[in-house]
């Protein structure tokens, strides 16, 4: 396999750039193009689709946890503000995010993604608006919320919004 | 054309319980019997060099490393197993930054939460379709990346002895 030093630069500031053949293991070992991809994929994909909603009955009781682990952590950053604690709070919020709507509460995860990029992309996140979220998220999370309510999409996106502001103020 | 999916061996790196019950029950519903599940980049670093997997599912945020720093010693090739392993991201961060940083880091692919059976089966069918060659660059290594004029870059299986030039790292010559 040759080397070659890209074009167009004096030799001593060449970058080697080699292109290389993939193997493609995964091909060789179970790729199989001897049907249709409907007749294999239609069955696997409704199989999958019934699993994955079993799995869903199975967790969708576990929401309050999540956000009771949330606003712990949101405690405990106001009460010791540390990288580390500030570190769990972001990843709490970003489990949120990322399992709410799969779990039939996509206002939660929309707050909850509102939420992690403020943390995750503002230096300081003014304390007001770290409680708005958690307030929000708390009452997103009662049993009797309704998510396609007009407040609750007007608050969320209120929060979205101010978050936004929040990141443009961020130097560079 | 369809994945025999009862032969393979998949890495599945996912800290959040709910992902990772979701996801290896839609694995399982393909036909998938190896699965071997990391919740943490320690542990799927681990896995990765003990059981030499044919797919690595990651997802980016877990407990050190993250999905991105796994991706790159899984790229590593002077210390991976197998550094031209199929890897799919799998994240709940949309931004065009993000997905860019995991392309840097030599993913074959992203996958954005939530994740539908649909989706996750294209996507690792995907994989196995991609036959796009490998750049080594300094600082990376890892799939060719596509040419926008030509949605389907795995059309061309490269020869052993392909070998050619690029301007920059992973960008089509």
């Known amino acids: 396999m040759k080397i070659i030093p890209a074009p167009c630069k004096p030799a001593d500031q060449a970058e080697t750039v080699e292109i290389v053949a ?45 956000l009771d682990r949330l606003t712990e952590h ?20 970003h489990d949120l995010r990322g399992c709410a709507a799969d779990l039939g509460q996509p206002l939660i995860g ?11 992309f ?24 309704v998510a396609d309510d007009p407040v ?21 | 054309m369809r994945l025999e999916f009862d032969r393979l061996s998949i890495l599945l790196a996912e800290d959040n319980a709910y992902m990772r ?28 060099h003990e059981e030499r997997p044919d797919i690595v599912l990651l997802d980016w945020e877990m407990p050190a490393p993250d999905g991105l720093a796994v991706a790159r010693q899984m790229r590593d090739r002077e210390s991976s197993p197998d550094p031209f392993v199929p890897i799919l991201m799998i994240s709940a961060h949309a931004e065009r930054a993000r997905v860019l940083a995991a392309r ?32 080594a660059a300094p600082g990376y290594f890892g799939p060719q990346r596509p040419d926008p004029q030509q949605p389907d ?10 070998t050619r030039k690029t301007g920059h790292p992973g960008d089509r010559a």
């Not at chain 2, 399982?28 to 896995?47: R, V």
């Not at chain 2, 939530?114 to 069918?125: C, G, I, N, S």
């Open chain 1, 22 to 66: 993939n193997p493609n293991r995964l091909a060789r070992k179970a790729l199989v193009m001897d049907s249709d991809y409907d007749r294999a994929a239609t069955p696997a994909i409704s199989r999958a689709e019934r699993a994955l909603e079993q799995v869903r009955r199975q967790h969708r009781a576990q929401l309050p946890q999540f």
């Open chain 1, 74 to 93: 949101h405690a405990a950053w106001r009460a010791r503000p540390r990288a580390q604690a500030r570190e769990r709070l972001l990843r709490a919020a």
């Open chain 1, 110 to 120: 929309r707050i909850a993604g509102s939420l992690s990029r403020l943390i995750g």
């Open chain 1, 122 to 145: 503002v230096a300081k996140p003014p304390a007001a608006l770290l409680d708005a979220h958690i307030a929000a998220l708390r009452a997103a999370g009662r049993p009797d919320a």
């Open chain 1, 152 to 172: 609750a999409q007007a608050v969320a996106q209120e929060l979205e919004d101010k978050v936004a502001q929040a990141i443009a103020r961020e130097p560079g």
């Open chain 2, 21 to 48: 019950a979701a996801l290896v029950a839609m694995l399982e519903a393909f036909g998938a019997q190896a699965i071997h599940q990391a919740t943490d980049g320690e542990t799927a670093l681990a896995l990765f």
């Open chain 2, 104 to 135: 840097d880091a030599g993913v074959n692919d992203y996958l954005v939460k939530p994740v539908t059976p649909r989706v996750l089966y294209d996507k690792l069918l995907g994989l196995a379709v991609d036959q796009r060659p490998f750049v």
């Open chain 2, 153 to 162: 870059p795995s059309a061309r299986r490269p020869r052993e002895d392909d």
